[in-house]
């Protein structure tokens, strides 16, 4: 059972997140373990699994963005989430701008985070930011609608597209939290944004 | 189903509630005196250990060998309190996984004190109902990782409860209450308590108690208000005395217990005194709020960060709040609240009072598990992430933190090496990219792998997190479709045998009867009376009249030679009668040290404004 049946759906990425959020808290009154406690042991076990299962769909599914990067499991037939700790590779369109970056970055770490280019950083990682807006809201819009109308034939096409527009938002990412730590507002390595 | 309570296991103060099957509200249960909060504090005595109060009383006299705060050592190694340890009297030291702290001529683990505590609870709700009391809901920080949810459940085991829930604090107020009036919204619980700070934002909606995120710091509490009070009470006594008093056991819990109420003072006054009389003089010193807030500005400060990292992780802003909640004791610092209130733009409010809000929750939550609730459900959480530990050192995460509870991940394994039989995996909970810098929670061997080339072996890993927020972990080779045998070695934690052989061991002296234990804590109030009151001779002594020292010296060699007696009505009253004897030189003594400390001012003002020792430094209540 994929996520989307665990709720009844059909595989499509348009949904009305109040009624998906209506029917994950009526599942969850039937599956929470709390209602099975004085069930036989097999029984609390199905309930535990049903449950984990409940929630991971409704995680999976709620942000669109999460539900696009399922979806593309999903038709890969890939069921685990390898790799997710791998640093994205820069998508070749972006090369020539993150070497750019890449460079003030240099130069900020060599004169500390309250050198002359922190104003430019700040500015640039606000550029970067609104540029992750952009994608995301293609990827919840624009492709996610193209996705429920296409064709199957059509469809390869579009999960290539996903994939790009998920792999720029990845690195840009990787690079707003780089900045962030040139600007001195890292955690000490901690990875707040990136592995949502 | 068998009755289940609600145990608020707290750093400070630790309560049992239930709901109450006519009302269907939950009630604390008090014990015999009416108090309502067990301090979570064990004497360890030649004879016999206290708990609570009474252990609450050998702070100063045994400070080598009463544990308190043991709740910050819960689920630890040695490398992450070995900074903290020099605020503890008693010794620490490293032991395998987990700490052990040495008590006389033997070594307990914070699980067996912590179920000392427990069995007190147990104890308690059992005269309560007339019959036994053996499952619980105990409730744990929310930001816990699973070792030290584990220690919890662990000390449960040993204290003969079992342990059918963990909930978290936050979460299990929120339950009292949404009990208490339906209503639904975006709420944010601060819980702020004697040694840790949550966060918790849910969404409470058609009798669903959901939480979206949570943060908080397991090592943050009104302890270290105490703490940063008790280092400013060193300078200000070695600049006024000088006299170092930091390496003196005996003083530093007269410090703490005097810092922490002067603090608890200053949550209702704008100022405060307090006097402290020690061997070779008394210090007195008069306390502003505003140099209280001084002392803990950067502390409360740094809750703050938590709060924001919370509400960014359930995407929301602090205005999106309809409610804010303040639990645990620490909250009723009005710095705490003004903070608070500036972050979200809202005043908080904390109308159950913050100190039992959490086991009144525990008992909700008991009663849903019990089948008595059935139209409130609770999806909590997991705090931290979960994740294993890949080539180089990098984490890669499978159960992403702020997950709902229970929720699990697969993972694929294989072999590395031609005819290898066991994989290894190290698995991790923390939000940092290396392994080294997350939490270790235990390495996991896979045994009786097939040999095959290397690559070829499919080794499907389940990671589940179940609703106490604790990692179960299986796994299954998918060719032959073989449970393959895990062999867990929990780099915190006991192992089953250990937790054996405690409960063993705990029946030992848990049978002890209530008569002995009596007995122990009168000897034990006669002897702090006589240590003050041998101490108050000697220093005011001349103040009095030669008869009136004569009346004390009698009813103190009455009381002495009463003392090893197993008389404990006789004890009680002659420790009443040499309490009385002394009154008039505490009086006297206490006039003497203010005037002394304030030149002109009436001496009776200050013991008006909440003087610490102001009753008598005879009794037994001032240690």
């Known amino acids: 059972m994929d996520y989307f049946e665990v709720f009844g759906l059909p595989r499509r990425l348009g949904l009305d997140a109040a009624e998906l959020q209506r029917k994950f808290y009526e599942l969850s009154r039937r599956t929470h373990p709390d209602f099975h406690q004085t069930a036989p042991a097999e029984e609390q076990a199905r309930v535990l699994e049903t449950s984990a299962r409940l929630n991971a769909a409704y995680r999976a599914l709620r942000d669109p963005i999460a539900r696009v990067e399922y979806l593309i499991r999903l038709e890969e037939g890939r069921d685990t989430n390898e790799g997710a700790a791998d640093r994205p590779p820069a998508p070749p369109a972006l090369l020539a701008e993150m070497f750019e970056i890449q460079e003030a970055l240099e130069e900020a770490k060599a004169g500390g985070p309250e050198a002359s280019g922190g104003e430019a950083l700040r500015a640039r990682r606000e550029e970067l930011a609104a540029r992750v807006r952009e994608v995301e809201a293609n990827l919840a819009g624009p492709l996610s609608v193209a996705w429920d109308r296409a064709a199957p034939e059509a469809r390869a096409r579009l999960l290539a597209r996903f994939k790009d527009a998920l792999a720029t938002r990845a690195y840009l990412r990787t690079v707003i939290d780089d900045l962030g730590q040139a600007l001195g507002e890292g955690q000490g390595g901690h990875v707040a944004n990136r592995r949502h | ?623």
């Open chain 2, 1 to 623: 189903m068998s009755r289940i309570v609600g145990i608020d296991l707290g750093t400070t103060n630790s309560l049992v509630a239930y709901v109450d099957a006519t009302t269907g509200l939950p009630r604390v249960i008090p014990d015999r005196e009416g108090q309502a909060l067990l301090p979570s504090v064990v004497a360890f005595m030649p004879d016999g250990v206290l708990v609570g109060a009474a252990a609450k009383r050998q702070l100063v006299r045994r400070p080598e060998t009463t544990v308190y705060s043991v709740k910050r050592l819960m689920g630890r190694g040695y490398e992450d309190v070995k900074d903290e340890l020099c605020y503890f009297p008693f010794k620490v030291r490293p032991g395998d996984g987990v700490v052990r702290i040495r008590v006389g001529a033997r070594e307990v683990t914070p699980p067996e004190v912590s179920a000392i505590v427990l069995k007190s609870l147990k104890e308690r709700a059992e005269a309560h109902f007339g019959e036994p009391v053996e499952k619980a809901v105990v409730t744990v920080p929310a930001y816990f990782n699973d070792s030290q949810r584990q220690a919890t459940k662990d000390a449960g085991r040993i204290a003969g409860l079992d342990v059918v829930r963990i909930v978290n604090e936050p979460t299990a107020a929120s339950l009292a209450y949404g009990l208490q009036r339906r209503r639904e919204g975006l709420i944010a619980v601060y819980d702020l308590g004697g040694g840790t700070f949550d966060i918790s934002i849910l969404r409470v909606k058609d009798g669903v108690f959901e939480v979206l995120a949570t943060n908080g710091n397991t090592r943050l509490g009104g302890d270290d208000f105490d703490r940063a009070i008790v280092i400013w009470l060193l300078d200000d006594i070695l600049a006024t005395h000088g006299v170092y008093l930091g390496r003196d056991q005996e003083a530093m819990q007269e410090l703490r217990l005097a810092a922490e109420a002067a603090k608890i003072r200053l949550s209702t006054e704008d100022r405060t005194a307090l006097t402290l009389p020690f061997d070779a003089f008394t210090y007195h010193r008069e306390l502003t709020r505003a140099d209280v807030e001084a002392l803990i500005d950067k502390l409360v400060e740094s809750t703050l960060a938590p709060c924001r990292m919370a509400l960014a992780d359930a995407g929301l802003a602090p205005a999106d709040m309809d409610e804010v909640v303040l639990v645990g004791g620490s909250t009723r610092v009005p710095l705490v609240r003004r903070r608070v209130e500036a972050l979200f733009g809202k005043a908080p409010h904390s109308q159950l009072n913050p100190d039992e809000v959490v086991a009144l929750g525990a008992a909700v939550q008991a009663q849903i598990l019990a089948g008595g609730i059935t139209d409130m459900l609770l999806l909590d959480v997991t705090p931290l992430s979960l994740g294993i530990e890949t080539l180089g050192g990098i984490v890669s995460v499978l159960i992403p933190r702020n997950t709902t509870v229970p929720t699990s991940a697969r993972e694929m394994f294989t072999t590395s090496v031609d005819g290898q039989t066991v994989v290894d995996m190290h698995v991790v909970q923390g939000e940092r990219e290396l392994a080294k810098d997350c939490r270790s929670l235990a390495r996991f061997e896979l045994r009786g792998v097939d040999p095959m080339p290397a690559g070829m072996p499919k080794i499907e890993v389940t990671f589940l997190i179940d609703a106490n927020g604790i990692l179960q972990v299986t796994a299954k080779e998918l060719r032959t479709d073989k449970v393959a045998a895990i062999e867990v070695k929990p780099t915190y934690g006991l192992s089953e045998a250990d937790v054996g052989r405690m409960v063993e061991d705990s029946f030992t002296y848990a049978e002890a009867d209530v008569e002995a234990r009596l007995l122990i804590e009168a000897r034990n109030e006669a002897d702090t009376v006589i240590t003050h009151v041998e101490r108050a001779l000697r220093q005011g002594g001349e103040l009095v009249s030669a008869a009136e020292r004569e009346r004390i010296r009698v009813a103190l060699e009455a009381l002495r030679q009463t003392r090893g007696a197993a008389d404990r009505q006789r004890i009680h009253e002659q420790t009443t009668a040499l309490n009385r004897a002394t009154e008039h030189l505490a009086e006297v003594m206490m006039d003497a040290a203010l005037k002394g400390a304030l030149g002109s001012r009436r001496a009776t003002e200050i013991i008006a404004g909440g003087a610490e020792r102001g009753d008598s430094p005879a009794s037994p209540e001032a240690s």
